[in-house]
């Protein structure tokens, strides 16, 4: 399995800070922030998504997903790639 962590999170600048509302990269439909029910897919406000998510469960999220931080127009920098061959998704 593939992480993407953000080795700077608790001190990153603004830009990541407001991500994802400032649309600085690339979307991807499994992110939590996309809402799928209406067509065409959009992002979900702040407010919309803290009444899904609390911001421990943002923060969890983003820190373990980071694909935004990869995919987007140019890979970050501050982005640790880990592979974990031990474990398994049941």
Not at 22 to 33: G, L, Q, V
Request: with cysteine; charged share 25%.
């Amino acid at each position: 399995m593939t992480k993407y962590t953000c080795s700077i999170y608790n001190d990153r600048p603004v830009t990541c800070q407001e991500y994802p509302w400032n649309f600085a990269n690339s979307m991807f439909p499994e992110c939590i922030f996309i809402d799928e029910t209406e067509s065409p897919m959009r992002l979900r406000t702040i407010e919309e998504q803290l009444k899904l998510n609390t911001v421990k469960e943002i923060s969890e999220y983003c820190v373990g997903c980071g694909k935004c931080c990869f995919f987007g127009p140019a890979a970050c920098s501050k982005l640790l790639i880990i592979e974990d061959e031990n474990e398994h998704i049941t």
